[in-house]
């Protein structure tokens, strides 16, 4: 079945730790996008990539770092100088914007990876 | 910066009534808006997509309408069931490629 996988479904990790979210995706889609939800909250932008080898900050991207060397993965690393890391993650994926009469521009998510610091 | 409001963190209404649920927003104009649906420790699904020209869509028992002179989008849900108890979220784009989402609005239908 298409869709898209991220693993692991929940982390541990000590303080000063860096550690990568795997995000895989068979949909074909260009365009990759990594999201963080904190409790009772809406998803935060923090990295996308709309094609092979480029990739752009979101609204959050300090404290982490993204690669897209293959079309279908866009690994997340969060690294130490995050100062708060404790959250749900969640990639998608997207044939493109909705520009283009007919497409919805949907977000296709993964199930998330919940990142807990100890 | 942009700025998203959903009308209520929590909406509980009774089976078989309308759920009516809103999305604001500030400054620039979207050139579309969706709505998603996420239950409890699971990503957000794709429900609807509205463009700024266009004013209503439906589908099913889902309706969304769009008014940019109000800069508000309004999702209603008829003839409710229990099943459809989850976290509502909307989603702009203002640049492309770029989705902006709101809180969320949680909603519970009691049977």
């Known amino acids: 079945d298409g869709g898209i996988t991220q693993s692991p479904k929940y982390l541990f990790r000590k303080e000063g730790q860096n550690v990568t979210l795997s995000c895989e995706q068979n949909?074909?889609?260009?365009?990759m996008y990594w999201y963080r939800q904190d409790p009772g909250q809406g998803l935060r932008l923090i990295y996308y990539?709309?094609?092979?080898?480029?990739?752009q900050k979101g609204d959050i991207a300090e404290g982490y770092s993204v690669s897209r060397e293959k079309k279908e993965s866009f690994p997340l690393t969060v690294t130490s100088a995050q100062k708060n890391p404790t959250a749900f993650y969640l990639c998608?994926?997207?044939?493109?914007?909705?520009?283009?009469?007919?497409?919805?521009?949907?977000?296709?998510f993964g199930e998330g990876s919940r990142l807990t610091v100890l | 910066s942009q700025k998203i409001e959903q009308n209520s963190e929590a909406l509980n209404i009774q089976e078989g009534k309308t759920a009516t649920l809103t999305c604001n927003y500030t400054?620039?104009?979207?050139?579309?808006l969706q709505w998603y649906r996420q239950d409890p420790g699971r990503g957000p699904v794709f429900l609807l997509l509205?463009?700024?020209?266009?004013k209503e869509k439906r589908k099913e028992r889902l309706k969304v309408t769009f008014d940019t002179t109000l800069k508000q989008s309004l999702f209603h849900i008829t003839a409710s069931q229990p099943a459809d108890s989850a976290t509502y979220l909307c989603?702009?784009?203002?640049?492309?490629?770029?989705?902006?989402f709101g809180d969320g609005t949680t909603l519970t239908v009691k049977p």
């Open positions: 998608a994926s997207s044939i493109a914007g909705a520009g283009a009469r007919g497409n919805t521009g949907e977000l296709f």
């Open positions: 509205i463009r700024e020209n266009e």
């Open positions: 400054n620039y104009s979207p050139a579309y």
């Open positions: 989603a702009l784009e203002f640049n492309a490629g770029k989705s902006t």
């Open positions: 949909l074909n889609h260009d365009a």
């Open positions: 990539s709309q094609i092979v080898n480029d990739f």
